[in-house]
């Protein structure tokens, strides 16, 4: 399923200097210039609502700094599109796998570093009517004489790979109603109540607003995904975007993602 750009908060006016933890993050205290430019963000798709808030702030605390359309996928997709020729400032992924592929792509600027962590949890209806436990649960038959409709992410995918980890870390050997390009997606047919239970990120849960219960998975805290940002080598605006960066993995850039259900690095 292709991911939906967002566009986030724009800003048109030149900020003086830094001041302390509020001030424009990657200035130093005193200084005259202001950072400038404007801003494409490539993320993975569990990152939606939590960057938008940190473009937002980050835009508001640097007036002349504005964000393009922010686009949020399967960060296999977004590293594809990338490859592609397609232009952005800021990657951010949620695993250490597809970052890698950026990186030997020769896509990335500089080290990508760590900003956050996140793991997965089985995500049911209010309530959790069929008594999903477990993984185990999920392979097993309910009073219908059918297992529950379980889907998940693509293997390629961050969502994906950590739940067949997870899968083999349990020895559960399960055959999803189907395989989404990305996290998102695959929230959304249990919303929907297309599917009785999908594997998704503690986040999207939390995210859910009521809509879906979690219930957490053997292993799944001792085996998080790791989510790498880093700067891109063909960014138009290198400055902003290392200082966006720099706010990202900032202690007030983690106290917003903590506020998502983001773990720290």
Same mark, same amino acid.
């Given at each position: 399923?292709?991911? /939906? =750009?967002? #566009?986030?908060?724009? &800003? %048109?006016?030149? @900020?003086?200097? *830094?001041?302390?933890? $509020?001030?424009?993050? +990657?200035?130093?205290?005193?200084?005259?210039?202001?950072?400038?430019?404007?801003?494409?963000?490539?993320?993975?798709?569990?990152?939606?609502?939590?960057?938008?808030?940190?473009?937002?702030?980050?835009?508001?605390?640097?007036?002349?700094?504005?964000?393009?359309?922010?686009?949020?996928?399967?960060?296999?997709?977004?590293?594809?599109?990338?490859?592609?020729?397609?232009?952005?400032?800021?990657?951010?992924?949620?695993?250490?796998?597809?970052?890698?592929?950026?990186?030997?792509?020769?896509?990335? /600027? =500089?080290? #990508?570093?760590?900003? &956050? %962590?996140?793991? @997965?949890?089985? *995500?049911?209806?209010? $309530?959790?009517?069929? +008594?999903?436990?477990?993984?185990?649960?999920?392979?097993?038959?309910?009073?219908?004489?059918?297992?529950?409709?379980?889907?998940?992410?693509?293997?390629?995918?961050?969502?994906?790979?950590?739940?067949?980890?997870?899968?083999?870390?349990?020895?559960?050997?399960?055959?999803?109603?189907?395989?989404?390009?990305?996290?998102?997606?695959?929230?959304?047919?249990?919303?929907?109540?297309?599917?009785?239970?999908?594997?998704?990120?503690?986040?999207?849960?939390?995210?859910?607003?009521?809509?879906?219960?979690?219930?957490?998975?053997?292993?799944? &805290?001792?085996?998080?995904?790791?989510?790498?940002?880093?700067?891109?080598?063909?960014?138009?605006?290198?400055?902003?975007?290392?200082?966006?960066?720099?706010?990202?993995?900032?202690?007030?850039?983690?106290?917003?993602?903590?506020?998502?259900?983001?773990?720290?690095?």
């Amino acid at each position: 399923m292709a991911g /939906a =750009g967002v #566009a986030v908060g724009l &800003a %048109t006016a030149l @900020l003086g200097c *830094a001041s302390g933890a $509020g001030g424009r993050p +990657g200035g130093a205290a005193g200084s005259e210039e202001a950072l400038s430019g404007e801003l494409t963000v490539f993320a993975a798709a569990s990152l939606q609502a939590a960057f938008d808030e940190l473009a937002a702030e980050f835009a508001s605390e640097n007036p002349g700094v504005a964000f393009a359309p922010s686009v949020y996928d399967g960060s296999s997709v977004l590293v594809t599109q990338l490859e592609g020729g397609a232009r952005a400032d800021v990657f951010a992924s949620a695993d250490e796998a597809n970052m890698e592929k950026a990186d030997e792509a020769d896509l990335l /600027a =500089g080290p #990508a570093q760590t900003f &956050a %962590t996140n793991e @997965l949890v089985i *995500a049911v209806a209010p $309530g959790n009517p069929l +008594g999903i436990e477990s993984l185990a649960d999920l392979a097993a038959p309910t009073a219908s004489g059918e297992p529950p409709i379980t889907v998940m992410c693509a293997a390629e995918v961050p969502c994906g790979g950590a739940a067949r980890t997870l899968l083999d870390l349990n020895g559960v050997a399960l055959a999803p109603a189907s395989e989404e390009q990305n996290v998102s997606a695959t929230l959304a047919k249990v919303v929907a109540g297309e599917a009785d239970a999908g594997l998704v990120y503690r986040t999207d849960v939390r995210g859910a607003d009521g809509e879906v219960d979690g219930v957490d998975i053997e292993g799944a &805290a001792e085996n998080p995904n790791a989510y790498p940002i880093a700067v891109l080598r063909e960014s138009a605006s290198p400055e902003a975007a290392r200082a966006f960066v720099e706010f990202v993995r900032s202690e007030r850039g983690r106290e917003l993602l903590a506020g998502y259900g983001f773990g720290a690095p």
